[in-house]
Every structure is written in structure tokens, then in C-alpha cells.
């Protein structure tokens, strides 16, 4: 009896974390609006949008457009064992962005580390499909 009793308090417990960690209601949506991939982090948006010209990082906060002014963001670049990087700076309301020449395609994942003003640097983790 008591067996079961665990049992069914950990099958609880686990599909309260599943539901948590699922689709979560908050007011906004995790949808692209430049084209790009948009992760979650710390309750803030982040869309990349990455090309061979340029690099750029959307951010939003609770759906709305998030000051980047004073912000900085260092994006590592993976393509099986090539490593690149790229630095951005503010270009635009919402925006990071580094120009130059970039190798993204299908299978680079990116990692961005993304700091806002006034808040603690943030890892995003992007991978491109």
C-alpha cells in the first residue's frame, strides 16, 4: 500500500515538471518575426537570425521589444569541429547584430551569451535546421 502511495506521488510530481516545462501559458508567443530561431531564456526572447553576411540576435521581453542599448552578446558558431566567433553590438531598438562572413547551414548550432543592461549574462543555445 505504501508502495503505491510513492509510486503515485512521484507520478505526480514528474508530469507537474513535464506540464511546467511544455507549452506554457504567459501572455505571448515563441514565434519568429525576422525569420529566424527563437529560444527562451530567463523569461526573455532571443531570435536569431544567422547568414553568411551577418549575425543578428532579436530580443523580446514578454513579447515586447527589449531595449539593446548597452547591451553586448558573443555568438560561438559550431560546425562539426569548426569553431567561430562573432561579437554584437546594438543596431536598433531590439537588436544585435556583427557583420562580416559567417559559415551557418543546416547542422551549425550557435550559442549566444547575452548580456542585457542591469541584468547577468544569459546562454542561449540555437541550433539550425
Known amino acids: 500500500m505504501k508502495i503505491a502511495a510513492i509510486l ?3 507520478a505526480f510530481c514528474f508530469s507537474g515538471v513535464a506540464i511546467a ?3 506554457h501559458k504567459h501572455g505571448h508567443e515563441h514565434k519568429p518575426l525576422h ?3 527563437v529560444v527562451e531564456a530567463n523569461d526573455v526572447d532571443f531570435e536569431l537570425v544567422a547568414k553568411a553576411d551577418s549575425i543578428a540576435l532579436f530580443v523580446r521581453d514578454h513579447g515586447k521589444s527589449a531595449n539593446t542599448q548597452g547591451a553586448s552578446a558573443k555568438v560561438t558558431l559550431l560546425n562539426g569541429t569548426e569553431k ?3 561579437t554584437l553590438a546594438p543596431a536598433g531598438d ?3 547584430e556583427a557583420k ?3 559559415k551557418v547551414g543546416s547542422g551549425t548550432k550557435a550559442v549566444a551569451t547575452v548580456t542585457l543592461p542591469g541584468k547577468k549574462p544569459v546562454n ?4 539550425i535546421k
Not at 542561449?124 to 541550433?127: E, G
Open 84 to 86: 567561430s566567433e562573432a
Open 100 to 102: 562580416g562572413a559567417f
Open 21 to 23: 516545462a511544455g507549452d
Open 94 to 96: 531590439n537588436k544585435l
Open 8 to 10: 503515485s506521488a512521484l
Open 35 to 37: 525569420g529566424g530561431i
Open 124 to 127: 542561449v543555445r540555437f541550433a
